[in-house]
């Protein structure tokens, strides 16, 4: 074994082991990265199973560890402590999978044997309305975890749940006939005309009452109504198409399914529903009440399908959804980037459709949920006036500061600087949005977001800057090199190098971003440390500076592949 996970493998040989010991059958990872020292990886199995098989766990440890095959990979493993299997990788072995790293573009990392259809939905915005701070997690979040699931080598789909169906168009579709603005408008005047549009449906009621009738117009499928819709839908998918090509997002017009895409499935939803007895009427609304949910009276809580105005809502879009997406497009998986708010919407979602056979055994769903972004006073963020941050904005003003951050770079001609402002400021409102713990919130700071110190992209980019620099410096062939681990500093690199796959596997199989964060954080600086303690092109000795070039070489390829799993570029010269 060359390639691959490392701790998946000692699992493998562990559990082979334990065959001969007992029959129990342990699931999940056995053997875990350690970072004691002299310790690569741990195993506490023999804790558990010696409590269950009534011997001393001691004892099991010595069990497994004579049955145990290792040796091709390991030293043979040390039992300490209470029980613990302690595995300590071979240098040489170390040596040999660096060494083959460096000719696969996977650095290690296996395609999955059990590729799986996955629809995931993510950024979602609302029509009329300009994208804003709250749809960068989304946004961001959800297209680093597409970018993993297709590494991964599954097969993904992305979906954008546009925002461009229901009562809100009916307001602003009246208030466009209004105004009739002469000349295209941009996506700015559409939130004036949202703004413009909500307060006159709450002061005139002429206006109300039309836009009441314009929204039965929209959904009765009239020529009229639906140009002037589409129009306003068309001007925003415009916008968003800047943003995301602004951002670097993976997603295109042919990846919106808007709520009105779903239209034609409603009527069905509810027929299909009452068919099978899940309906009830409340208050003359169609209603779902899955099992296990309820308010705080302990009163069961309804999904409403459809309103008792015979319009349809949020909820019963959403259960059409999930029924496209299992049915007539045959996915395995839906994934859901979505507030922690909309958990319990989900979750509901997810009751009915399991109900209702719409997801069956062989179908996961998931609402990948996450906090918010608070200003730097801990609330949530605002511009001075009280109003959402508009992502264009804040994107512009990250670029300028990055920009500020190579100010001193007279070096750089003024398209590289551009480039180069682009690549640090996207990728450190990226980056700082995926490295924490997505489920908490987190306070956007420029001045954290963007230090050359710490965990953040910045400092990862310029790692791999320097990193270049000096493969540039020697100007070298490394093709035959072998890397050899003379000094501690280097095999705790070739250590972190190796353990590439395992970070991808973490973080895709929670869905959490913010574990190949950690490591590739860790990984710069294991590399910082090699570097003062090991010199690269003054090295001396036979093999020793090409040996360390490599080892360069590779760390290099590992924060550039690791950082674009993410949807963050690393440019040569910082
Ligand atoms: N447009 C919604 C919002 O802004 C998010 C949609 C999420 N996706 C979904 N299938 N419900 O809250």
């Not at 090409?546 to 690791?562: E, F, I, V």
Request: glycine letters at 10%; a negative charge.
């Amino acid at each position: 074994m060359l390639f691959g996970d490392v701790s998946e493998e000692l699992t493998r040989r562990v559990v082979e082991a334990l065959h001969h010991v007992s029959d129990m059958e342990p699931s999940g990872a056995l053997v875990r990265a350690s970072s004691r020292s002299g310790v690569d990886y741990q195993c506490d199995l023999a804790m558990s199973l010696g409590k269950r098989l009534g011997k001393p766990p001691r004892e099991v440890a010595a069990d497994i560890a004579t049955r145990l095959d290792v040796a091709d990979i390991a030293e043979p493993p040390k039992i300490a402590g209470p029980g613990f299997l302690n595995f300590t990788l071979r240098t040489s072995w170390l040596e040999d999978r660096t060494t083959a790293l460096n000719g696969d573009p996977r650095l290690g990392t296996a395609v999955t044997a059990r590729p799986r259809r996955i629809a995931i939905d993510y950024s979602s915005p609302n029509v009329a309305k300009e994208m804003h701070v709250g749809h960068l997690r989304p946004t961001i979040i959800g297209d680093a975890i597409a970018r993993l699931l297709r590494f991964a080598g599954h097969d993904v789909i992305p979906h954008n749940h546009l925002g461009d169906w229901g009562t809100p168009f009916g307001m602003l579709i009246e208030h466009l006939l209004d105004e009739r603005p002469s000349g295209p408008y941009t996506i700015g005047d559409l939130n004036g005309f949202y703004r413009a549009a909500r307060s006159k449906f709450e002061t005139d009621d002429d206006f109300a009452t039309r836009s009441r009738e314009r929204v039965v117009l929209l959904q009765g499928g009239d020529d009229d109504t639906l140009s002037l819709w589409r129009h306003l839908v068309d001007e925003s998918t415009r916008h968003f198409t800047q943003v995301y090509e602004l951002l670097g997002i993976d997603l295109s017009s042919e990846d919106v399914y808007g709520e009105s895409f779903y239209n034609p499935f409603l009527g069905a939803v509810v027929d299909d529903l009452t068919a099978v007895g899940l309906t009830e009427l409340s208050d003359g609304a169609v209603c779902v009440f899955p099992d296990g949910f309820r308010n705080r009276e302990g009163e069961p809580l309804p999904l409403i399908v459809r309103k008792r105005d015979g319009g349809y809502g949020y909820a019963a879009t959403d259960l059409a959804t999930v029924r496209y997406w299992t049915e007539q497009r045959r996915v395995n998986d839906l994934l859901y980037v979505v507030g922690a708010p909309q958990a319990q919407h989900f979750a509901m979602v997810f009751a009915v459709c399991r109900a209702a056979g719409w997801l069956g055994e062989e179908h996961r769903a998931e609402h990948i949920g996450f906090g918010s972004v608070l200003g730097e006073d801990g609330r949530a963020m605002k511009t001075r006036a009280g109003e959402s941050v508009r992502l264009s904005d804040l994107l512009t003003e990250a670029v300028s500061h990055a920009a500020a951050v190579i100010d001193g770079r007279g070096d750089l001609s003024p398209e590289v600087r551009e480039e180069v402002a682009g690549a640090i400021g996207i990728g450190a409102v990226k980056y700082a949005d995926l490295s924490g713990d997505r489920e908490r919130d987190y306070v956007f700071s420029w001045e954290r977001m963007l230090s050359k110190n710490g965990n953040t992209s910045v400092y990862l980019q310029y790692a791999n800057a320097r990193i270049r620099s000096v493969l540039a410096k020697a100007d070298q062939e490394l093709t035959g090199v072998r890397i050899t681990l003379g000094h501690p500093a280097e095999r705790a690199l070739a250590l972190a190098l190796a353990r590439f796959p395992e970070a991808v596997g973490s973080a895709i199989a929670g869905h959490l971003p913010h574990k190949l964060c950690t490591y590739l954080y860790e990984t710069a600086v294991v590399f910082s440390r090699f570097y003062e303690q090991c010199p690269v092109l003054d090295a001396e000795g036979p093999g020793v500076r090409d040996s360390r070039l490599l080892l360069a070489d590779l760390t290099s390829k590992t924060l550039t592949l690791g950082l674009s799993l993410l949807g963050i570029s690393t440019p040569a010269r910082l």
